[in-house]
């Protein structure tokens, strides 16, 4: 089973890239294929229309095929004013934008059909991102994801993770690791 890993922030020292990181080695350790990528290594701008019509970009092209290849995901979700962050509005509206001139890209959920996908997400709030998770459950829905229904939002995540950036608490590892489990367990089944 190939899954995909990645935070919708690319700040620094975001709390939801380093819950990815921490998320990509629990599934390494239990012996998955993992592909963690960071959003800000890939040149993707603001969807534009117009931009679209003068080409898709590279690196967009290069996002679709990432996610069409990986048939499980984990996205790790910042919370801003309660809801996703437009970083990641941003990427799931061009990975299913239709390349009208390629025609392997026409179909615009080729990218997500049938992708089993765990949501976690960090805030230093006492919520730790869970309304962000309400949001971004229907958005991915309605591009045909399998939402798990297991999830976990890490609360207080200023305090969760050591200087080496790994989780502090044993309980919030056993709550990443549920969730790396439901969703390899799901997307084995689904991929079959």
């Known amino acids: 089973m190939k899954l995909l890993i990645f935070a919708g922030c690319t700040r620094q020292n975001s709390f939801n890239r380093k819950l990815a990181q921490v998320t990509a080695e629990l599934a390494r350790a239990s012996g998955t294929e993992v592909t963690h990528i960071e959003l800000a290594d890939l040149d993707i701008p603001m969807y534009n229309a117009d931009l679209e019509a003068k080409g898709t970009p590279p690196d967009v092209m290069k996002l679709k095929q990432l996610m069409f290849e990986h048939p499980a995901w984990i996205i790790c979700s910042p919370e801003y004013n ?22 392997a890209w ?3 959920f080729k ?8 949501i976690l997400s960090a805030s230093p709030g006492a919520l730790g ?9 229907p958005l991915l829905l309605n591009v045909e994801c399998w939402v798990a229904p297991r999830n976990f939002a ?6 969760a993770f050591d200087a080496q ?21 799901a ?3 689904l991929a079959a």
Not at 111 to 118: A, D, I, N, P, Q
Not at 129 to 136: A, D, K, M, N, T
Not at 154 to 159: I, V
Not at 165 to 185: P, S, Y
């Open 82 to 103: 309660a809801s996703y962050s437009a970083l990641l509005k941003n990427t799931i509206d061009w990975a299913s934008s239709p390349v009208k001139s390629d025609p």
């Open 106 to 108: 026409t179909d615009e």
């Open 111 to 118: 990218f997500s059909r049938g992708k089993v996908v765990g």
């Open 129 to 137: 991102g869970l309304r962000s998770q309400s949001h971004l459950a």
């Open 154 to 159: 890490l609360g207080h995540a200023g305090e």
């Open 165 to 185: 950036g790994r989780l502090v608490n044993n309980a919030h590892q056993k709550n990443v690791q549920a969730v790396i489990d439901q969703v390899l367990f």
């Open 187 to 189: 997307g084995s089944r």
